[in-house]
């Protein structure tokens, strides 16, 4: 009978004890940030649930300045100087836990991704770094020319139905479908089916509310949220997805090995189990994160008809001087075309994909960032939605969608503080990104006129690890003139 009251009594104790210690003592405490955050990370889990980090955290910032705690260990930071010292090679600052949800179950060792041991990387990254060189890129351009071909017959179908079709939606198949040409050797078929194969983007989005969750609560939570979530469907049907996304990258493995093995360097064997994983890794992350980058260069530039027009006269003119080759425009081309590169940083700074800072952990001996000095094993973030509306950086107009920006002097200086996926010295998979964003973006301008179908109705953004975007309503007919 005196059990209960002693437990409650220790337990509140404890919480007091760790309250006071966690607001006066704690290497954090004396940055300012919400107060339920300072004491526990389920302020963060709130957070993402609400799907509205990038706007919180912009509001953050404004309420308590360039450094601001969201966590008990954890604060983002502002500061255009800590982008470098934070995320730059060689920095020293590792990785945290949050990259532990993405690990499959049956790895041996991490991916390349979800690779936390600075002294390991560089070896991993080593091993696969020729595939995604732009070199080895562009060989690989007529599998990606093989999915716009797809993309630009189903469209011309659309029509003749003069029914608005959801862009979003079709930027999602078509980012799919590169991957599967230029990995699995074949286009998934969600273009040429005009639907969802195998449920994987249902399934996409209804797990990433729990990964997301997962990544915000702290460790020791994780697996009582992973019990509880398996009793609800959308987890189930998620998982079979994941299974058959799997057996996908088994069997695209196993037709370009032999003999079990695809490289050996420096002693260390990189055999199917660790190609399945980057394969998984390039399919589940390269996907979405490149297709609403995409997206967010189309919708602004609808938003925008004067800018579309001058685009798409820089494209014409390009075409009718032979700059710009037919049937499919090549990247090389495309990306020497100013007004377009203009156009698609400027979408890509105003949505970046990273929805939500990216932590990461002081290294050992601790850090001066923006001023401040910050404990070994504190965690340090840098919102790239933050970031990309700094008025310091890209002038008064930041919040707005202005590509002549990026034509004026200084656009070299901007571009240092870009933070979106295709930017990051340490994505590996940017140059895929990249090649197909410069190639799509100018080929959908060149062969139809599209326009918003209710521009004041907007388009749908959700916020929590990654921006998802939904209900692009477009009205797309073939230009006359192709």
Known sequence: MSFLPSFLAAVTVYWLGWIVYARTLHPCA????????????????????????DEEDRELHRKYGPIVRVAPNEVIISDPTALKTVYGFNSGFTKTDLYEIF?????????????????????RRKLVNHIYT????????????????????????????????????????????????LFFSAQFGFLSRRGDRHGWIVAGDAMGPLLSVLGAAPRY?????KAGSLVAPFVLRGLRAMLKMEGAAEECVKRG?????VAEKGGEEYGMVEVKSEILTALVVGSDTTSTEI?????????????????????????????????RIRYTEAARLPYLDACCKEGMRLLPSLGMALPREVPAGGRVIAGEYFAAGVRVGISATVMHRYKGVFGED????????WLREGAGEMEKHLFYVSSLPYCIGKNIALCEIYKVIP??????????????????????WLHKVSNVMAKVSVRKRE
Not at 146 to 158: P, V, W
């Open 295 to 327: 997206i967010s260069i189309l919708y602004h530039l609808l938003s925008h008809p004067s800018t579309y027009r001058t685009l798409r006269a820089e494209i014409d003119a390009a075409t009718a001087a032979g700059h710009l080759s037919r049937p």
């Open 257 to 261: 090995m032999e003999g079990g093995r």
């Open 398 to 405: 930041a919040d707005e969608f202005v590509p002549e920006r």
């Open 221 to 225: 939570a994780r697996p009582l949220i």
């Open 443 to 464: 080929e959908l301008i060149r062969t139809f006129d599209l326009e918003l179908a209710d521009p004041d109705k907007g388009w749908t953004v959700d916020c929590m």
């Open 134 to 181: 732009m070199t080895n890129v562009l060989r690989s351009e007529a599998a990606i020319d093989s999915c716009t071909d797809t993309l630009l017959d189903q469209l011309r179908g659309i029509d003749r139905q003069q029914n608005p079709i959801d862009l979003s939606v079709w930027m999602r198949w078509y980012a799919f479908d590169v991957i599967g040409a």
């Open 103 to 123: 690990i499959f179950p049956w790895e041996r060792r991490p991916a390349l991704f979800t690779t936390r041991d600075e002294a390991v990387y560089p070896s």
């Open 30 to 53: 004396k940055f300012p940030g919400p107060f339920l955050a300072s004491i526990s990370r389920l302020w963060c889990m709130a957070q993402v649930l609400r799907r509205r980090v």
